[in-house]
């Protein structure tokens, strides 16, 4: 259905305002649907225009709001912000309350928020919200066209479980929809859209920026980059009630607590600072490396009777920049001004042609830090409102701050990634499976499609459900070891044995997650693990009717869940016959703030009141409780041979430097990305079985774990395994294969190492495109892939060596039979060949044919088998083991 709406007077001056209806009565979109609008021109020169939408998700009740109403307006959707300067909602602020003391965005994954409700009254009765809940005023100046007829599309992204909650037909319900003019410039007329990508083809990582670095005797310090200086400086709350200052001036700050002195002393490379006052002493430790700025603050309770709680905070002002970069862990979304990503624990701030990331580094900080960015001071930083010390407790926190040579923001990964040992080899490809499935399969078929897709490891659906006896009933925890499910996990152990009888390369992981709970008693069973809310009320879900009933807990080293299920783990290798596990919530993470749970406690967390600065209650953090518990686990399943990959990146170092295979659930939005890029470059497939959700991944410097073995496209055995040396938008670069949407010219920085072309097109079909090799001082293969195709360059263990000037090489190909390729090189070469897949076996013979010239007979040398390449034109050269067939 399509509505037009004619202005009939355009207005041309701003002096003047106009309000054009763009409905002329109530309308319901279903579900899944997009309605499509049209109005005419109108002026953007000294002009704001606003649509405003009064809108509902029709339900039986009023049941609070989430986010259903997606607009676009000429193809662009409209979002909640163009610039950190320039938000879109004009009639309340983008994160105000949505129900009794809890404050949300207006704007999320699924698009503008809307209520629930059966009329345009009730909503209004609640007093929590901050004007009108039914109404939207959305600036979208610089969406509009000046010049010909607006398009504006809006649709109902409610889903099947929103309108089982609904108890109606989901229709998302407007009843004014309206464009309306006012005079003076609209704030989004000015300014850039949240961040482009930079597009790398090839180039090596611009690293690290050079810097001055200088302690100053505020106990603060100031940092010069790209001509520009950047002062940072640090607050410490302290209670009934305020703030102590380290600060980027020649002199200490006064207007803390009395008694607050600080001491500075600047060294060759950074320096201490010794801070104290009447409730702590904050000794810090500044180093200016050539990589980066540490800074350890090392926090002393001065109290031996009681424990103490603060906020710290750091920040760098902004206060030049006219439309500050920003990207709170890798978001660049304008409109997100504080974030909370343990995972990624970074501020990033760009400026033409460099960039500066801080970084939470110890575990304390990053499980409790937020990430903001302010326009009132205009400020950047990282703060905790959370720190616990007990009573003499000494705590130090870490953070950091990279200087980056350019303004990509992967560019500051790979530093942090490389510092943080994050570039461990990542294993595939992947596949999810249901044991049903499975054991209804032909081996034969199972083979042919595992092997097409060169699955290695295959991992079991969940949470457990049995849809032969119950659908609703779930399976959690130590649950799954209960009677009702012996026919299930019997089932498990058939489609395992059967994976591995078909392909005895591939290992089987069984569901496993330690979050959760459905064992029958477990509920007083486990009672000293329970996740609890401030009530100390167990927390629980029914999924929304779905699902059956299913407890939360926290899993330690000493509570009884935790034990438990450290002999679940045992009984799946035993019992079920599986070869490691697939940790589904491995972390117990909290998205948008840390998961607390209020009976345990971990000693470093608290719940600070805002306006005192005092400890309200002491908390745990479940990522933080966890630690050991995870990797107690870990040690347990690998010191059996058994493997596993977690869903969710680490959050802790200790978890990370285990080198655990992790993924990120990428395909709810465009930004949880970024949570998992510090450590690791795996995003969940879901259902999705186009190409396009392959290239999507790898825009953002992701490969897909699988969820199908049978994806009509053919790339995921080219894929893996992938060591990172350098991630990029689009570009990966590892040790053993590059993998790249972008034209360019692709090799390892110095080496001349050859490499096999492998080209995909749009619909992810290997072709027979090839591109040619030159070896100069190092390898380059230039490459021309069109949109949405792919190319991967596999490194070969094989080097060419040209006699002077360059050699070309191309239309290689190498396998176990041997290798084959043509080479170009006007004044000869030397072609080297090490073992991989085609084996050099010392004292072995190997069949040597170049161009016309009859096949001779060579043996490897040192492990390296040695082929001198004439001059000439281009030359066909092929090599296999002597009596064998000669590889094409």
Known sequence: MKYACLILALITGAAHA???????????????????????????????????????????????????????????????????????????????????????AWYGTGGWRVVYGPDFEGARQQRFYEGDPYTLVLDVTDLTNPAAENRLEITNTANPNSIRYAGTEGNLVISKLTVRTQPGKSPTMTGSDAVAPVINNGQPGAGPAAYQGELLPGGGFALTVGGRRWEFASDFSYPNAGLNRLTAAAAPDTTGQPGWKVDARPGKAGGTVVASGPDYRVRRTVRFTARKVEVEDAITNAHADAPLGMLVRHQTSLEALENPVVRLAGNPDPAVDDYYSPSNPSVYVAMADYALGMLCEDDVFRNQARLYCTTDPPAAGIRTEMLRLGPGETYTLRWSIYPVASRDYYDFINLVREDWGSNFTVLGAWTFFSPDAILAMPLEEIREQYRRQGIRYACSYGGWVDAKHDRKRIGFGTGVLDDYWADFRGRLKAAAARIREACPEVKVLVYYDSQRDTSEGGHERFKDSWLTNTKGEQLSTEWSGQYSLTYSVVATVQNSYGKAMLTVADRYLDEIGADGLYWDEMECVGYGAPLLTYNILDGHSCILDPKSYTIQREVGITTLLGEGHRLAVIDRVRKRGGFLMGNGPACTRAILATGVQRMVEIQHNDYWFYEGLLGTPLGYASGRTDFGNVTRALRFGFLLVGTRHNYPHEISRYLFPFTPIELHHGYLLGKERIITLHPGKYGWPGERCLVQVRHFNREGMLTETDYPTTVEGESRTAIQPAE?????????????????????????????????????????????????????????????????????????????????????????????????????
């Open 788 to 888: 949405e195709e792919v190319v991967v360059l596999e490194r070969l263990p094989v080097t060419l060596d040209p006699r002077g000037g360059k050699a070309e090489v191309s239309r290689v190909r190498y396998s176990a039979e041997g290798l084959a390729l043509s080479v170009t090189a006007p004044r000869g070469a030397t072609l080297r060949i090490a073992t991989g897949a085609f084996e050099i076996r010392p004292g072995a013979r190997y069949s040597v044919r170049i161009g016309s010239q009859p096949a001779r007979t060579v043996t490897p040398e040192k492990g390296i088998l040695t082929v001198v390449i004439p001059a000439g034109a281009a030359t066909p050269v092929t090599v296999s083991p002597a009596g064998a067939p000669v590889p094409g």
């Open 18 to 104: 106009a309000e054009v209806p763009v409905i002329p009565e109530e309308i319901a979109i279903p579900p899944g649907e997009t309605r499509a609008f049209e109005f005419g021109t109108l002026p953007q020169a000294d002009t704001t225009i606003l649509l405003e939408v009064q809108a509902r998700l029709d339900a039986k009740a009023f049941s609070g709001s989430m986010f259903f109403l997606r607009v676009r307006l000429n193809g662009k959707e409209v979002k909640a912000a163009k610039s950190r300067t320039a938000l879109r909602l004009v009639n309340k602020p983008l994160v105000s309350p949505v129900a009794h003391d809890l404050p949300a």
